[in-house]
């Protein structure tokens, strides 16, 4: 591709571009491929050195070079100069933003895949993952082709599975994957966008035709520094719809007028509250479903979902209400969600032979943590023989936000019979001092076990639980992995507690 084609509509501070000693034309540059990492550079590659938090690629440009590149993007003009790329024959391109510079390179590279899809995108701290996947059921319940999906646990090309690395790919990741489902016929996208992906302009230049918010509750505050940050980066999805989108957010929740307001795109609200244009009423939570009736437009039908707890409820209203705007009819949506399947890692039930049940979830928030051990004791209460103990297996993310640590470790004791504290993903930290982090919440004079290695800890909840017991193991949910220092070790709670039971 040319180079005045990647870079059309990028903002360009200054090109500095010689051959041979003479200046080039911008047109007859010919680029093989776009790469922001140079270990990935090879012969005539354009390279885009971005500014991250804990690392600068300005400092492996001439890396980049020396393995090919024949341009260099930046936006430190002062990093190399114009001298070092008139004797390489590199053409030197500088911008004001390099991270936006890639998300709008990227585009052109990929011949704009977007043109051709509908992306939905659903930000908030909890519920993500199961909204896209509920969303993506419920347009396939009634769409001929294939429905895309990007997200935590996976991505997805109708049912074709895709690793996934990160919530939301790097710009150019993302439009390679976009340009795959739009040649495998997709035409319409749910995904997952984080709130690194918003500050690092991850998703720049996209044209979403929907944002759909969940919630906001404290999390990444180690990367944002505040929940005022925090809020200001999931609102950039909404600040950046147009007049032609739909901004579909929870009323519910404190945040959800808030990150609206200025948004151009028509707003479309879901709740519990009836004021809400998409709420539910006569709410049923029950053991193995949810039931509840929607009112919509004052028209009103009946919902049963096996999704089980209150926080279900609003994950299938914010899909509910995305299919609704997008023309799915309700027949459609009533049996779709009556036959979906749990997402893996969320609220996922494991029944053992000595009558106990194990619970795995990605909770690793306050909020979630809560919401999780509510649903368990308002399920418990419903069982045919009431009674029971809540257990509780958990721990948190090393080099991550240390201020959550307490607060999980108060609710965990607050709501929880037996609490176990272990490791997570303890990185570079001392797992005993995240565990002593938590233990500082936990109300006074509660007993609490300590076992840093998560195998053990599981085994010896499954030890301490009986007949009626719910063993809730939070935080990693879907993970295969454990990171501990600098190494990723795989580890399953999943596996490990089947595992168990196999041996019973």
Same mark, same amino acid.
């Given at each position: 591709?040319?180079?005045?084609?990647?870079?059309?509509?990028?903002?360009?501070?200054?090109?500095?571009?010689?051959?041979?000693?003479?200046?080039?034309?911008?047109? @007859?540059?010919?680029?093989?491929?776009?790469?922001?990492?140079? !270990?990935?550079?090879?012969?005539?590659?354009?390279?885009?050195?971005?500014?991250?938090?804990?690392?600068?690629?300005?400092?492996?440009?001439? /890396?980049?070079?020396?393995?090919?590149?024949?341009?260099?993007?930046?936006? /430190?003009?002062?990093?190399?100069?114009?001298?070092?790329?008139?004797?390489?024959?590199?053409?030197?391109?500088?911008?004001?933003?390099?991270?936006?510079?890639?998300?709008? $390179?990227?585009?052109?590279?990929?011949?704009?895949?977007?043109?051709?899809?509908?992306?939905?995108?659903?930000?908030?701290?909890?519920?993500?993952?199961?909204?896209?996947?509920?969303?993506?059921?419920?347009?396939?319940?009634?769409? +001929?082709?294939?429905?895309?999906? $990007?997200?935590?646990?996976?991505?997805?090309?109708?049912?074709?599975?895709?690793?996934?690395?990160?919530?939301? *790919?790097?710009?150019?990741?993302?439009?390679?994957?976009?340009?795959?489902?739009?040649?495998?016929?997709?035409? %319409?996208?749910?995904?997952?966008?984080?709130?690194?992906?918003?500050?690092?302009?991850?998703?720049?230049?996209?044209?979403?035709?929907?944002?759909?918010?969940?919630?906001?509750?404290?999390?990444?505050?180690?990367?944002?520094?505040?929940?005022?940050?925090?809020?200001?980066?999931?609102?950039?999805?909404?600040? +950046?719809?147009?007049?032609?989108?739909?901004?579909?957010?929870?009323?519910?929740?404190?945040?959800?007028?808030?990150?609206?307001?200025?948004?151009?795109?028509?707003?479309?609200?879901?709740?519990?509250?009836?004021?809400?244009?998409?709420?539910?009423? +006569?709410?049923?939570?029950?053991?193995?479903?949810?039931?509840?009736?929607?009112?919509?437009?004052?028209?009103?039908?009946?919902?049963?979902?096996?999704? =089980?707890?209150?926080?279900?409820?609003?994950?299938?209203?914010?899909?509910?209400?995305?299919?609704?705007?997008?023309?799915?009819?309700?027949?459609? $949506?009533?049996?779709?969600?009556?036959?979906?399947?749990?997402? !893996?890692?969320?609220?996922?039930?494991?029944?053992?032979?000595?009558?106990? %049940?194990?619970?795995?979830?990605?909770?690793?928030?306050?909020?979630?943590?809560?919401?999780?051990?509510?649903? $368990?004791? @308002?399920?418990?209460?419903?069982?045919?023989? *009431?009674?029971?103990?809540?257990?509780?297996?958990?721990?948190?993310?090393?080099?991550? @936000?240390?201020?959550? %640590?307490?607060?999980?470790?108060?609710?965990?004791?607050?709501?929880?019979?037996?609490?176990?504290?272990?490791?997570?993903?303890? !990185?570079?930290?001392?797992?005993?001092?995240?565990?002593?982090?938590?233990?500082?919440?936990?109300?006074?004079?509660?007993?609490?076990?300590?076992?840093?290695?998560? !195998?053990?800890?599981?085994?010896?909840?499954?030890?301490?639980?009986?007949?009626?017991?719910?063993?809730?193991?939070?935080?990693?949910?879907?993970?295969?992995?454990?990171?501990?220092?600098?190494?990723?070790?795989?580890?399953?709670?999943?596996?490990? =507690?089947?595992?168990?039971?196999?041996?019973?």
């Amino acid at each position: 591709m040319h180079l005045s084609e990647l870079l059309n509509n990028v903002g360009v501070i200054k090109i500095f571009q010689t051959q041979f000693g003479k200046m080039a034309v911008t047109h @007859d540059v010919v680029i093989n491929k776009v790469e922001y990492d140079s !270990r990935s550079v090879s012969r005539s590659d354009m390279f885009i050195a971005l500014c991250g938090k804990n690392s600068d690629g300005h400092k492996f440009i001439q /890396d980049a070079i020396a393995n090919g590149a024949k341009a260099v993007v930046l936006e /430190d003009d002062t990093a190399l100069p114009d001298s070092f790329f008139m004797h390489t024959g590199v053409v030197k391109i500088v911008v004001g933003n390099s991270r936006k510079a890639l998300a709008l $390179i990227s585009a052109n590279y990929c011949k704009h895949p977007t043109d051709k899809l509908k992306i939905i995108g659903v930000t908030g701290t909890n519920g993500k993952t199961t909204t896209t996947h509920i969303i993506k059921s419920l347009f396939e319940a009634e769409q +001929n082709n294939k429905i895309g999906l $990007i997200g935590t646990i996976e991505n997805k090309i109708g049912d074709e599975v895709i690793p996934s690395q990160l919530t939301t *790919p790097e710009s150019l990741e993302l439009q390679k994957m976009f340009l795959k489902m739009a040649e495998a016929g997709c035409d %319409r996208v749910a995904m997952e966008v984080s709130s690194h992906a918003l500050h690092q302009n991850r998703v720049y230049g996209i044209n979403f035709a929907a944002g759909v918010f969940t919630n906001l509750t404290q999390d990444h505050l180690d990367y944002h520094g505040s929940m005022e940050e925090y809020f200001k980066a999931k609102k950039i999805l909404f600040d +950046n719809l147009n007049e032609n989108a739909f901004a579909i957010t929870n009323l519910d929740d404190e945040y959800g007028l808030k990150i609206v307001e200025s948004s151009r795109a028509k707003r479309i609200t879901y709740g519990t509250d009836q004021r809400a244009d998409v709420s539910a009423e +006569n709410i049923e939570l029950l053991p193995a479903s949810t039931k509840f009736k929607v009112n919509y437009s004052g028209d009103k039908f009946d919902i049963e979902s096996p999704l =089980v707890g209150k926080f279900n409820v609003y994950n299938i209203l914010a899909a509910i209400s995305t299919a609704l705007v997008f023309d799915i009819k309700i027949s459609s $949506i009533q049996h779709s969600l009556a036959t979906l399947q749990p997402v !893996r890692g969320r609220f996922e039930n494991i029944v053992s032979p000595k009558g106990w %049940r194990a619970i795995i979830d990605y909770a690793h928030t306050p909020d979630a943590l809560m919401k999780c051990l509510l649903a $368990i004791r @308002d399920l418990m209460s419903k069982q045919k023989a *009431p009674g029971g103990k809540i257990i509780i297996v958990f721990g948190a993310g090393g080099d991550r @936000d240390k201020t959550k %640590r307490p607060i999980m470790g108060k609710i965990a004791s607050e709501l929880s019979d037996v609490v176990i504290l272990t490791s997570d993903n303890p !990185r570079s930290e001392d797992p005993y001092k995240i565990i002593a982090d938590i233990a500082e919440g936990v109300k006074h004079n509660f007993g609490f076990l300590q076992e840093v290695d998560r !195998r053990n800890a599981i085994k010896k909840a499954t030890e301490l639980a009986t007949n009626g017991d719910v063993i809730l193991i939070a935080g990693k949910g879907h993970e295969d992995y454990q990171i501990i220092g600098n190494q990723k070790i795989h580890f399953s709670d999943r596996e490990v =507690v089947e595992q168990i039971i196999r041996q019973m």
